[in-house]
C-alpha cells in the first residue's frame, strides 16, 4: 500500500471483528512498527501483546475499575482549554454521536469502549522504563505512528488508547509488567467491522493555517 495513501485513509476502529489476529501477522506487525526512529536508537518501548482470554479478561477488570473510581476519558490538560480545541472536541462528538449503537451517551461509549479496547481480539500495551525523562515520549509516539499505520497496510484496524494509563498499576499486575515499567498507552488491534455505523465515522482535520506558522 502506497504510504501517502495509508495516511489519507487510516481512521482509529471503534468496532471490531471477533475475527482473531494470528500470532505471524502480529509479529510482522510489530516488526514494522519497531522499524521506528528513537533519540540514539535506544528503541525504549517495550511491548505487551495480548489476547485471546486474557485480553478479555483484562478488558474486564479495567471496564470494573473505570466504573469503581467513576474515571472518564478527558483532554489531558492542566487548566481550561481554549474554545478553539473545545470546538474540535464538539465536532468530533457531532461526527460520531449520530452513529453510536443505541442510546448509549457518547461520554459512555467512549470510556467502556476505552476499556475494553472497543471489542478488539488483540491489544497492544506499550511502556517505558523509569529510568527515561519524560523526553524519551516522543519516541513512543514516533513508534505508536509506525504502529497504526503499519497495521492500516496490513488490512488491520486500530485504535490508540490513552485512558488505560490511569490503570497503570492494576495493568502491571494483571499483565505481571515490573513495577519499573510505566505503562504509556495502549492500542486496539484487529479487523475493523466494516458493517458499523460507528467505523464510517470521520474526524476532521483543522486548516493548515491553523497550526502552521511559516517564517522565512
Known amino acids: 500500500m502506497d504510504l501517502l495513501g495509508a495516511i489519507e485513509e487510516r481512521r482509529s476502529t471503534r468496532a471490531f471483528l471477533e475475527t482473531p489476529v494470528d500470532r505471524e501477522k502480529m509479529e510482522t506487525l510489530i516488526r514494522y512498527a519497531t522499524q521506528a526512529p528513537s533519540a540514539i ?5 517495550e511491548l505487551t501483546v ?15 475499575r473505570m466504573k469503581e473510581r467513576n474515571i472518564s476519558c478527558g483532554p489531558g490538560a492542566k487548566s481550561p482549554l481554549p474554545d478553539y480545541f ?7 462528538l457531532d461526527t460520531i454521536q449520530p452513529n453510536l449503537p443505541g442510546q448509549i451517551p457518547f461520554q459512555d461509549f467512549i470510556n467502556e469502549g476505552s476499556c475494553n479496547f472497543y471489542g478488539a481480539p488483540a491489544a497492544i500495551l506499550i511502556s517505558i522504563d523509569n529510568v527515561f525523562l519524560s523526553a524519551r ?20 484496524g486500530t485504535c490508540p488508547i490513552g485512558l488505560i494509563t490511569a490503570f497503570d498499576d492494576d495493568i502491571k499486575e494483571i499483565l ?18 466494516t458493517q458499523s455505523p460507528i467505523n464510517r465515522s470521520r474526524s476532521e482535520r483543522v486548516p493548515l493555517g491553523d497550526v502552521v506558522r511559516w517564517r522565512e
Open 41 to 45: 536508537n535506544l528503541q525504549p518501548w
Open 50 to 64: 495480548v489476547s485471546g482470554e486474557e485480553k478479555k479478561r483484562l478488558s474486564r477488570i479495567l471496564v470494573k
Open 86 to 92: 473545545v470546538q474540535r472536541q464538539r465536532r468530533l
Open 137 to 156: 515520549l516522543t519516541d513512543i509516539g514516533v513508534l505508536v505512528a509506525y504502529l497504526l499505520l503499519s497495521a492500516h497496510a496490513l488490512g488491520l
Open 176 to 193: 505481571s509488567i515490573p513495577e519499573n515499567k510505566q505503562v504509556v498507552i495502549g492500542v486496539a488491534v484487529g479487523y475493523r467491522d
